[in-house]
């Protein structure tokens, strides 16, 4: 089974610049989420979508990041403008329908804003 | 507020030693537990997780946690580490509610002294 595909792996930009992020979940993973991990903490969630409906983004800072997920399948994640401490590694999870919780990580995408 | 702790930023263990890693919970109810680990340009990959039932769960690569209601706790145990356990562990909770999203605590270090 291929995982969960996250591109690009890197990314720099200067603040006040915009920057987005691509995910393609397990085939089949109706459930893809978004987290946020700055360095030295946990992640923190940003969004969860089931199918292509939003059904948590209480901690997505809506007055720059967005996220879509079309067709139910792939998500982009979007910053716009950056700030400093957006510099993050930015991380996508699938999981199938259901509460079993059986999250599946991609390795992330790692921000660096300057 | 609800929160979870992992007291330890750093742990170093020799090789072929015990390893306990602390957790500590703060929820009204007893929540979904998890442990993930996290090596370096990695996604997070699951080592357990408890729902229910028996208080001594078992998980992948030898690690075991134990779930104390009276202390709020669910610590990871592994009884002889090896350097490929060198990575960074993560305690998470579901708190419970519409979403399915996961509360992550800070991580916990863990070196491997040859």
């Known amino acids: 089974e291929a995982g969960v595909a996250q591109s690009p792996r890197y990314k720099i930009i200067e603040k006040r610049q915009s920057v987005a992020f691509w995910c393609n979940p397990i085939s089949g993973h109706a459930t893809l989420y978004w987290y946020q991990q700055i360095l030295g903490q946990g992640p923190k969630l940003l969004i969860q979508f089931q199918n292509n409906g939003v059904v948590d983004d209480s901690q997505l800072p809506k007055d720059r990041f967005s996220a879509e997920r079309l067709k139910g399948v792939d998500s982009t994640l979007k910053i716009q403008p950056a700030k400093l401490e957006d510099s993050a590694v930015y991380l996508c999870?699938?999981?199938?329908?259901?509460?079993?919780?059986?999250?599946?990580f991609g390795s992330g995408t790692r921000l660096t804003v300057v | 507020a609800q929160s979870v702790t992992q007291p330890d930023i750093h742990i170093t263990v020799s090789e072929g030693a015990s390893l306990e890693l602390r957790c500590n919970y703060s929820y009204g109810a007893t929540p979904y537990l998890f442990w993930y680990v996290q090596s370096p340009g990695q996604g997070l990959q699951l080592l357990l997780k408890y729902f229910s039932g028996d208080t001594l769960v078992q998980g992948i690569k030898g690690f075991e946690a134990e779930f104390k209601r009276s202390q709020s706790s669910f610590n990871l145990r592994k009884p002889s580490v090896h350097w490929s356990d060198a990575a960074e562990y993560f305690c998470?909770?579901?708190?419970?509610?519409?979403?399915?999203?996961?509360?992550f605590g800070k991580g916990t270090h863990l070196i491997i002294q040859p």
């Open positions: 998470a909770v579901f708190p419970g509610g519409g979403a399915d999203g996961l509360t």
């Open positions: 999870a699938s999981s199938p329908q259901g509460r079993d919780f059986g999250y599946t």
